[in-house]
C-alpha cells in the first residue's frame, strides 16, 4: 500500500487518480485485518481480494504503460 502512495506521487493527477480506488480498497482489507478476528474462510478471501488487486496494478501500471504520465 506505501509502495502505491508514492507511486501516486510520482504520476500525474489523471493516472493517479486511477491508484486511488486501489488504496481504498487495501485500506479496507487492513482495517479488517486489524480490527477483527479472523477464521480461515475470512482469511482467504482476503488474499484472495490482496491477489486479484496485485495483479490489477501489475497489468495496469508496468513502466511500459505508465512511463508517459510520470511527472
Sequence with gaps: ???????????NEE?????????????????VLFQSYLNSADFSYLKNKIERIKAKV????????????LR
Excluded: P, Y
Design 1 to 11: 500500500m506505501d509502495n502505491l502512495v508514492k507511486m501516486q506521487s510520482l504520476l
Design 15 to 31: 493516472k493517479a487518480g486511477f491508484l486511488d480506488k486501489f488504496v481504498i480498497e487495501l485500506t479496507t482489507v487492513k482495517n
Design 58 to 69: 501489475h497489468r495496469d501500471f508496468v513502466f511500459s504503460k505508465i512511463k508517459k504520465d
